[in-house]
């Protein structure tokens, strides 16, 4: 059985949490009993009863490897298990080999220490309590709700075609930021910026001039600012700053159609009228589809899978439409604007 991907997984635990069990989180459910129809222990005794005594048991049959009681592995359920940690493995991109011995012997091992811990829970009663039985029965829920997701989206694949498309009208979001290193003359008067500039056109050293006449703090450094980014600028989510932004939007203006050894016209910013120069200018440019392909696939595919389960659920809600106490959910949640 496939199982859905992150996306889906974000809509699958709104309705059910996944609860692991000591050593199953690879190992799967752990081996069946043979006879799943025993009674189960009375949940309501205060003490467990003692076991009724049971007949000797006979030779361990020719296809199970090991037996603890009345639980047992068969040749069968063991390559299952190996079947399944090899899948779940390669896709946490760990190395497993099934067929390699010491490997095997691991998981046979381990699925012992397993059982004589469940079969000491077990005789003790610790398996009849609420919290155990309210585990059980959310990962059975969480099991019934992944395989419902799985045949709903097991046809539902992203194709190039799409990722193709998607690429194409998102280009301005898949470009690279744009990188800047620019000098700025600032002027407290119009006159004299447009006087300069004429220097400048005329062959004038930008930097020579930010010195002698620019107001600028920079100006002993040739009118130098930090390097800073346009374009697609990643959110600064960590505070440092990692992509600087112009240090005011005229600026940007300015700026956004030169290339490498522009100079721009007199604009007018926080400190009097500017003109910059640009040293130097790297990015900005697109990757090619070929880098974007299958992480564009992915996604589109997670996209598409989530809008079908919703769709779903939107159908179920119509067809069993739940019945809400938005009083009691306004007092225990703080707002009932979720429900219809």
């Known amino acids: 059985m496939r199982k859905p ?13 996944l ?3 000591t050593g199953c989180d690879l190992l799967g459910l752990g081996p069946k009993k043979q006879d799943d129809s025993k009674k189960q222990p009375d949940v309501t005794a205060a003490v467990p009863a003692a076991p009724s005594p049971q007949a000797a048991p ?6 199970v490897l090991v037996r603890i009681g009345d639980w047992s ?3 069968d359920e063991f390559n299952d298990r190996l079947n399944l940690l090899e899948q779940q493995l390669k896709q946490q991109g760990s190395d497993f080999n099934k067929n390699d011995v010491n490997s095997k012997n691991a998981v046979l091992e381990e699925l012992i220490r397993q059982q004589l811990l469940v079969k000491d829970a077990e005789d003790s009663g610790t398996g009849d309590t609420k919290e155990i039985k309210d585990a059980v029965e959310d990962f059975r829920k969480t099991l019934l709700v992944q395989d419902i997701a799985s045949k709903l989206t097991k046809d539902v694949v992203a194709t190039e075609d799409d ?14 930021p744009t990188k800047w290193s620019v000098r700025q003359i600032v002027v407290g ?34 009118g130098k600012l930090k390097p800073f980014y346009t374009g697609n600028v990643p959110p600064d989510t960590t505070g440092t700053n990692a992509f600087p932004k112009p240090p005011f939007e005229a600026m940007q203006i300015a700026i956004s159609n030169l290339d490498e050894g522009g100079i721009s016209g007199v604009f007018k910013g926080p400190e009097g009228y500017y003109i910059v120069k640009v040293d130097s200018k790297t990015g900005g440019t697109v990757k090619p589809f070929a880098d974007f392909k299958e ?4 996604f589109l595919t997670q996209q598409k899978q989530q809008a079908v389960i919703l769709n779903h659920l939107k159908e179920l809600a119509d067809k069993d439409k739940p019945e809400y106490n938005k009083d009691l959910i306004e007092q225990v949640i703080g707002h009932a604007s979720s429900t219809n």
């Not at 006087?195 to 062959?203: K, N, T």
């Open 73 to 75: 592995l068969t040749e």
């Open 295 to 298: 992480k564009l696939i992915y």
């Open 5 to 17: 991907g992150p996306i889906l997984c974000g809509i699958l635990c709104l309705t059910s949490g």
């Open 163 to 176: 990722a193709r498309a998607y690429y194409d009208a998102n280009k301005d979001k898949l470009t690279e």
């Open 189 to 222: 008067d119009e006159a004299t910026a447009k006087s300069i500039l004429v220097q400048i056109l005329q062959g004038g050293d930008f930097a020579q001039i930010a010195q002698a006449q620019s107001r600028a703090m920079n100006a002993a450094d040739g």
């Open 19 to 21: 609860v692991f069990l």
């Open 58 to 63: 006979g030779p361990v049959p020719s296809n």
